[in-house]
């Protein structure tokens, strides 16, 4: 029977194989949905939900605090405390340094 740290590894390298997987299959995604939306006509608005009022929330964020890093698309950070931005977590498992990102 394997041990504790061995299973845990083992969990470990699936997860990343399963986000590396969801990220390969993410672009295919995307592009069909966009090719769906303008072969019906489809906006955002269409589809309600949380994405329906980001147009105009751009740019803003939940944060008062003022931004301190800069992403590779314009994203803002205030680089407080709570959930990372997805760049931010790309940034770091690709074991750069948010040092380069700082405004």
Do not use: C
């Not at 083992?10 to 090719?35: F, N, P, T």
């Amino acid at each position: 029977m394997a041990s504790y740290s061995e299973l845990m590894a083992q969990a470990q390298s699936l997860m990343a194989q399963a986000e590396q997987a969801r990220k390969d299959e993410l672009s295919a995604v995307i592009a069909d949905i966009k090719s769906k939306m303008k072969q019906f006509g489809i906006t955002a608005a269409d589809l309600g939900g949380a994405g329906a009022g980001v147009a105009k929330k751009a740019g803003k964020s939940k944060s008062s605090a003022p931004a301190k890093y800069r992403g590779p698309n314009g994203e803002l950070w205030a680089g407080g405390p709570g959930r990372k931005p997805e760049w931010v977590r790309e940034v770091l498992a690709s074991g750069k340094s948010l040092d380069s990102y700082l405004i």
